[in-house]
Nanobody
Framework: QVQLVESGGGLVQAGGSLRLSCAAS????????LGWYRQAPGVERELVAV???????NYADSVKGRFTISRDNAKNTVDLQMNTLKPEDTGDYYC?????????????WGQGTQVTVSS
């Protein structure tokens, strides 16, 4: 069992930046997929970014060029650098992990951290 704990959320003005961090309770070395989901009120949950054990990353079209996901296997962390934030980036952000791949129901979830972007 892997526990995930997010940090770094908060309130920021549009155009600003935030860095989310997710700490795992166990080694992430063998976890293939680590990622961040976003849930906004009235909006379907969205996979924002994912990074594989090989370092390949993918992003939702809505955040490409603004968000960067990274993982540190030595520290057992996965971070999400969010730049040029927009009000539509507002939501609860969840870290997720899966030994195979991220889909609708990853094996492990964090408790979430709230991000609010004011206009």
């Amino acid at each position: 069992q892997v526990q995930l704990v997010e940090s770094g959320g908060g309130l920021v003005q549009a155009g600003g930046s935030l860095r989310l961090s997710c700490a795992a309770s166990a080694s992430i070395f063998s976890i293939n997929a680590l990622g961040w989901y976003r849930q906004a009120p009235g909006v379907e949950r969205e996979l924002v970014a994912v990074i594989t054990s090989g370092g390949d990353s993918n992003y939702a079209d809505s955040v490409k060029g603004r968000f960067t996901i990274s993982r540190d296997n030595a520290k057992n962390t996965v971070d999400l650098q969010m730049n040029t934030l927009k009000p539509e980036d507002t939501g609860d952000y969840y870290c997720a992990a899966d030994y195979y791949g991220l889909g609708e129901d990853p094996q492990f979830w964090g408790q979430g951290t709230q991000v609010t972007v004011s206009s």
